[in-house]
């Protein structure tokens, strides 16, 4: 069974940075996309950034130069390193991975809250 567990999230100051992390089990991690998605209260699901197994990382226009995505293959693991963060980033943030046909895992997500 595959298990997608954030972790990282918290409450910080606009500027701050928080690193997020997802890490999976029950699952081939190596040939998998993966990606970070969140929703704000009131908003639909957008997504953030998304890593494949190869190929373009893609960052949405809004955290670019900001957010990093990165993977850890060692640890099954990828990361999400979020610096300048702003009261608009404050949202839950969801990992999921995307299987060879096209089957998506989510995590169950971790919030994150900038104040001003």
Same mark, same amino acid.
């Not at 997802?22 to 969140?38: D, L, P």
């Not at 009131?42 to 995505?69: H, L, N």
């Not at 990361?79 to 702003?86: A, C, D, E, R, W």
């Given at each position: 069974?595959?298990?997608?567990?954030?972790?990282?999230?918290?409450?910080?100051?606009? %500027? *701050? /940075?928080? !690193?997020?992390?997802?890490?999976?089990? $029950?699952?081939?991690?190596? @040939?998998?996309?993966?990606?970070?998605?969140?929703?704000?209260?009131?908003?639909?699901?957008?997504?953030?950034?998304?890593?494949?197994? %190869? *190929? /373009?990382? !893609?960052?949405?226009?809004?955290?670019? $130069?900001?957010?990093?995505? @990165?993977?850890?293959?060692?640890?099954?693991?990828?990361?999400?390193?979020?610096?300048?963060?702003?009261?608009?980033?404050?949202?839950?943030?969801?990992?999921?991975?995307?299987?060879?046909?096209?089957?998506?895992?989510?995590?169950?997500?971790?919030?994150?809250?900038?104040?001003?």
């Amino acid at each position: 069974q595959v298990h997608l567990v954030e972790s990282g999230g918290g409450l910080v100051q606009a %500027g *701050g /940075s928080l !690193r997020l992390s997802c890490a999976a089990s $029950g699952i081939i991690f190596s @040939s998998n996309a993966m990606g970070w998605y969140r929703q704000a209260p009131g908003k639909q699901r957008e997504m953030v950034a998304t890593i494949p197994s %190869g *190929g /373009s990382i !893609r960052y949405a226009d809004s955290v670019k $130069g900001r957010f990093t995505i @990165s993977r850890d293959y060692a640890k099954n693991t990828v990361h999400l390193q979020m610096n300048s963060l702003k009261p608009e980033d404050t949202a839950v943030y969801h990992c999921n991975i995307v299987t060879g046909r096209g089957i998506v895992y989510w995590g169950q997500g971790t919030q994150v809250t900038v104040s001003s």
